[in-house]
């Protein structure tokens, strides 16, 4: 079988590696260039949480280990209160249980790397979909310099993120329901530099809960840490000055200045803008034997649970599975992909939409329990 993925994000480079390790023969097409070539791009999310479900989906090709042999451990919560006091959750005292930082850029490398040693997977960059026709298998790619091609696959796999135009073709040929939310609250990345990280306890998820607003830290392999402050984008457009934002970390969280530094904190603030969060369902995820959406084109969620990443690797399994289990009838395991991926995607997306309220109001709750949660932050 020919397979197309359109996308070279975590999700598509990950799918890419499926399908090759099953031998079929595999174009993945991806608009960026390689990341493999390229500096960290800023705006995305510079490390994520794996959970349960990722490593599992890592573990079925085989890249469990040398995902985790460069994450780190984050054994618990660590809450530090206005005061700068800190308590720790720890997530699963009695089996140990954890989940894992690790960096985008190297994940997607490790993917990428693992696709490329498959003989039968091609990695084309520079190229971007325009348009896909689901009874036809047929894709319409576009490179930069603007030169057109048409190629046909017997199975398209759109893994092109939350904004997919595999989907937004999808939806024009089928009957899909469809939502995208945005919540109020957009985000912006900070960090902790390796040499200022003293105060941070290592091998925690460090969250501090404002109630209208939080901000978390996770742990980077070089021991800096990448923070993520999430406001109401109203509270970010009101911090306008210098001594605004000083004020407000002052305000909010004293103990985090030192740690960014004062400089770190206002140039990185003044150099960039917040970005927004969306949530998205669809159903179906599929068009007749041809097209499949799976990953955030599928079901985007808030990043609260930490799980967007983790269900789309998962997607990539039940995919896999679904196919092999129905013979390659992919029009049957296409319709049992959306049938049975549909109630739990949008469960995750609920979920990750009440953990934001959860999350805020740790800083209400007088008591902490300890609490198994190895498949959210
Ligand atoms: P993407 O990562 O968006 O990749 C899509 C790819 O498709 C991109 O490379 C893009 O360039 C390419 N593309 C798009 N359009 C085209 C086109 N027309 N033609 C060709 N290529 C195209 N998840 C977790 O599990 N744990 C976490 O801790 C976590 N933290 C997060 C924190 C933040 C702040 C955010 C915003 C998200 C977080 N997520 C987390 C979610 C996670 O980032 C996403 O779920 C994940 O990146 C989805 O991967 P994807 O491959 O489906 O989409």
Not at 243 to 256: E, I, K, N, R, W
Request: net charge neutral; charged share 20%.
């Amino acid at each position: 079988m020919k397979v197309i993925i359109i996308g070279g994000g975590l999700v598509g480079s990950l799918s890419a590696v499926f399908f090759g390790q099953r031998g079929h023969e595999v174009e993945l097409y991806e608009y960026r260039q390689d990341p493999r070539n390229t500096a960290l791009s800023t705006g995305r999310s510079i490390n994520l949480a794996l959970s349960a479900r990722g490593r599992t989906a890592l573990r079925a090709v085989g890249l469990e280990k040398i995902v985790l042999d460069n994450a780190v451990p984050m054994r618990g919560r660590m809450i530090h209160d206005p005061r700068g006091n800190t308590s720790p959750i720890i997530y699963d005292p009695v089996y140990n249980n954890c989940i894992y930082s690790v960096g985008r850029k190297h994940l997607n490398e490790v993917l990428l790397d693992a696709s490329d040693k498959l003989p039968n997977v091609r990695l084309n960059f520079g190229k971007k979909l325009v348009g896909v026709n689901p009874a036809t298998g047929v894709v319409t790619l576009k490179t930069k310099e603007g030169s057109v091609e048409d190629v046909t696959g017997d199975l398209i796999v759109g893994a092109d993120g939350a904004y997919s135009t595999v989907r937004r073709d999808l939806m024009k040929a089928n009957p899909i329901n469809f939502s995208q939310t945005y919540i109020d609250h957009a985000y912006l990345e900070l960090s902790i530099p390796a040499h200022n990280n003293h105060k941070m306890v290592p091998n925690h998820l460090h969250i501090w809960p404002r109630g209208q607003f939080m901000m978390i830290a996770l742990p980077n392999q070089d021991d800096s840490w990448t923070v993520t402050l999430f406001m109401p984008l109203t509270c970010f457009q009101s911090l306008t000055a210098t001594s605004d934002v000083l004020g407000f970390f002052a305000t909010h969280f004293q103990d985090a200045i030192p740690l960014i530094g004062r400089d770190n904190l206002v140039n990185t603030y003044m150099s960039n803008r917040p970005s927004n969060l969306v949530s998205i369902k669809c159903s179906k995820y599929h068009s007749g034997s041809k097209l499949i959406i799976i990953g955030d084109a599928a079901h985007a969620m808030v990043p609260f649970y930490g799980q967007g990443m983790n269900a789309g690797f998962e997607d990539c399994s039940i995919l896999d599975d679904l196919l092999h289990n129905h013979k390659y009838s992919t029009a049957e395991a296409l319709e049992a992909f959306s049938r049975s991926r549909n109630p739990d995607a949008e469960a995750i997306c609920d979920l990750a939409m009440y953990n934001y309220t959860e999350m805020r109001d740790l800083v209400n709750k007088k008591t902490f329990l300890f609490r198994k949660a190895t498949d959210n932050f």
